[in-house]
């Protein structure tokens, strides 16, 4: 009974392996095994959204889902997204347009939109609105965590232009 | 947060599904999205002492379309449904429906296999599927059968499915005409307080003919075959949505929780299938 299973897993382009019960939650590997202490927990019930990480291509919330599900998969956080020396153009409009307060919604929150922006390039507010749905910030500070993604998609659409 | 020890499987094919079912019995659950199962093991609300992930059985995955007949594996996500032009100018209920459940991290991982087959009376995707007279394949240990939406549910976590089958797939003819899935909920996320699934078959400025289907309004998806019946032959006039909303709260026995006590759980369903007739018939 609960044997430990042999798991691979990429995070952020690295390859780690390592031995873990299937029960343990891809949040806690993450944060507790890895210290990649970028997705954070905040319900732990699938509400909130804080833990969101990128998994095979999918926003999905790291405190639903078990290592052993997630066997073989290529993860990216927060960390993978930008750094502080080379912070990602996301991260950059939620500093310019005080996209966060206390910030502890804001890893998650810059994870989805990374994955809202590839998907949908050029959303509308209601877009955004729709697409962040899962994120909560009990800080309240919707408006302008909107207002930073819109900013980000233009100027990523802008670049991608320019680039033209 | 932490569930109880399991052993877990991942096997490749549906024999190696049926075999792991039968080997550990009620000890052995299957898990697709997990969005469902996950919450309950963290909660320790269900101990499954054998978890058995169907990520690998590529047969349950796809969507495939010929002509109207849509057969949806039970592996397919609701992000995969929104994500499927195809389907969406097939049968855009489906789309209208998924975009309505849960928020986008939960639709890239929860499956429509799940939402069926689960039995939660919250779930969307059994009274759509009644109302689209949808038939569900199992497979199990003497081989595959089908069995109607309509016929399914039992009773709350109760369905026609045995302990040792498993829901491969959902299918379904699609219907012409108008359509509408209406739900109200407290927030993003919630299930619904009520929601109803409408189909509508235009004829020469009548009803031809008319499917309703609610969810969360009992312990069971309501398929109300009086509620679409009082529609047929009208103009689908004020009467006519009046006497079909009558029709759909004599079906009904919703019970009182945190969404709500009986008489608005009531209110609250008339209101949401005046809106989805209406806008059924806008599109017919």
Known sequence: MSNKMHINLTVNGEAHEFLAEPRELLIYTLRERLNITGPHIGCETSHCGACTVTLNGKSVKACTMFIAQANGADVTTIEGIGSPDNLHVLQKSFREHHGLQCGYCTPGMITRASKLLEENPNPTEEEVRFGMAGNMCRCTGYQNIVKSILAAASEMNAAKEAAE | ?284
């Open chain 2, 1 to 284: 947060m932490i569930p109880a020890p399991f052993d877990y499987h991942r096997p490749s094919d549906l024999k190696g599904v049926l075999a792991l079912l039968q080997e550990h019995g009620d000890e052995a659950r299957v898990i697709a999205g997990g969005h469902s199962l996950i919450p309950m093991m963290k909660l320790r609300m269900a101990e499954v002492p054998h978890l058995i992930d169907l990520q690998s059985i590529d047969s349950l995955k796809g969507i495939s379309i010929a002509g109207t007949k849509v057969t949806i594996g039970a592996l397919v996500t609701q992000h995969d449904i929104i994500d499927h032009p195809e389907l969406g100018r097939v049968a855009p209920i489906l789309k209208e429906t998924s975009l309505q459940i849960a928020d986008p991290q939960v639709r890239y991982m929860g499956t429509v296999g799940g939402n069926v087959a689960n039995g939660d009376p919250g779930n969307d995707m059994p009274g759509l599927m009644q109302c689209l007279d949808a038939t569900i394949h199992l497979i199990g240990p003497n081989g595959t059968r089908e069995v109607a939406a309509r016929d399914y549910y039992e009773a709350a976590y109760m369905t026609a499915r045995d302990d040792g089958e498993v829901l491969t797939a959902i299918s379904f003819d699609a219907p012409a005409g108008g359509y509408a899935y209406e739900k109200q909920k407290r927030k993003i996320g919630d299930y619904a307080t009520a929601a109803a699934a409408v189909t509508i078959q235009k004829a020469g400025g009548k009803v031809a003919s008319a499917s309703i289907a609610m969810t969360n309004l009992s312990d069971t998806p309501v398929w109300s075959e009086a509620a679409g019946a009082a529609l047929e032959g009208t103009t689908c006039d004020a009467a006519a949505i009046k006497a079909a909303v009558a029709a759909m709260l004599d079906d009904i026995d919703p019970t009182e929780d945190n969404r709500g006590p009986v008489a608005f759980k009531r209110h609250v369903a008339g209101i949401i299938l005046t809106r989805a007739i209406t806008r059924a018939w806008d599109r017919a």
